[in-house]
């Protein structure tokens, strides 16, 4: 009975237990981490500044 049983997983790949055992839970801690560090290091002022200087020059430059 025990082959039996043995023979049951046969074909079944090992790397799929692992790769549920390291799945992150978390899906956006790449994105919220990305977003912290925008903030403090000052580049979504940059960001903002740089919108608001684009859009005044295209409506200087822009004819009509």
Do not use: C, K
């Amino acid at each position: 009975m025990e082959l039996h049983a043995i023979g049951a997983f046969h074909g079944f790949n090992m790397d799929w237990i692992i790769l549920a055992q390291q799945f992150d839970i978390d899906p956006f801690a790449g994105i919220r981490g990305w977003f912290v560090n925008l903030v403090e290091t000052g580049q979504l002022w940059a960001l903002i500044i740089g919108f608001i200087m684009g859009y005044l020059f295209r409506g200087f430059t822009s004819y009509g």
